[in-house]
């Protein structure tokens, strides 16, 4: 039934659903890049996450959607953060499968997009996963968005929300043979300065500069170098680096098993607290008969 489902022109959300799904089964949706290699990136999760997840790849247009990695804020293009939310509830009310809370992964410009709609949504997710990004938004009042959170109206919402999202359970991976300076990375003398030169560089600075801003007590933001792998969804995905794919569901997977069982740790609780007292009544002395 998903797959019928008609889309607006130029955008698509693929789905691959487990034959027994359930409510408790998690929701993940993975995020292309510039390349537009949804089918790819579903088809890749799917098997890798052997019928434990519910799979969603958006696949957005290169006109429709040419700005979908910033969200389409400010800038030329259809609001892809919009598009992605309206999709969700849609694909929900077809399949009856819960959507509105869900893990998120993005690839390259994918994820560039997923890092700034976390911010943006923080509510909507479950963890967030960012694989080879070009460049990332920094929580820094002083930078324009979204090379940080000041000068727009779009940077004072985030800053509005980005504690929230700070709170995510966040995982990075970058290839460890990604440092090509190549058409496809963003080069910019203030990003270069701000982040460093290339993806590994840049992955590293905003995962210690995110991780300072976590509150006490939190996980630390994890990253994780693919081996050798440079600029390739699928080269990350291959035993020697690693696996990407197994390593994000694998991820997920414990995630939302920490969340379920915090959630029925405390629902036991409330039991137990709303429980009728089972204490047996104390005995009542018993009087002996006075002589008279």
Not at 17 to 24: A, F, L, Y
Not at 81 to 93: G, I, P, V
């Amino acid at each position: 039934m998903p797959d019928k489902l008609d889309w607006p022109a130029g955008f698509r959300l693929l789905s691959a659903i487990p034959p027994d799904v359930n409510e408790t089964t998690p929701v993940l949706v993975a995020v292309h890049g510039i390349s537009r290699n949804a089918q790819e990136i579903r088809d890749t999760f799917r098997d890798a996450a052997r019928g434990r997840l519910v799979i969603l790849a958006p696949e957005f247009d290169r006109q429709v959607f040419s700005s979908y990695q910033r969200l389409g804020l400010a800038s030329r293009g259809l609001r892809a953060d919009l598009m992605l939310e309206a999709a969700l509830e849609r694909f929900a009310r077809a399949t009856g499968i819960a959507t509105s809370r869900f893990h998120l992964f993005g690839y390259s410009g994918g994820a560039q997009f997923a890092h700034r709609f976390a911010m943006m949504y923080p509510g909507a997710l479950r963890s967030l996963h960012l694989a080879a990004a070009g460049w990332y938004t920094f929580a820094d009042p002083r930078a324009p968005w979204p090379r940080g959170i000041g000068r727009s109206l779009e940077g004072r919402r985030v800053a509005r929300t980005i504690g929230r999202a700070l709170k995510l359970p966040i995982t990075v991976y970058v290839g460890g043979g990604d440092r090509q300076r190549d058409p496809a990375l963003r080069q910019d003398e203030r990003i270069d300065r701000q982040q460093g030169r290339d993806r590994v560089e840049r992955a590293r600075n905003w995962v210690r500069h995110v991780s300072a801003l976590r509150p006490a007590g939190s996980e630390p933001v994890e990253l994780r170098i693919l081996g050798r792998a440079g600029h390739s969804f699928l080269e990350c995905c291959a035993p020697e680096a690693g696996n990407l794919a197994q390593m994000v569901v694998d991820g997920v997977l414990d995630s939302d098993g920490a969340a379920t069982s915090g959630r029925l740790r405390r629902a036991r609780r409330l039991a137990l607290r709303d429980m009728p007292s089972q204490r047996k009544p104390a005995p009542q002395a018993r009087t002996q008969p006075q002589p008279g």
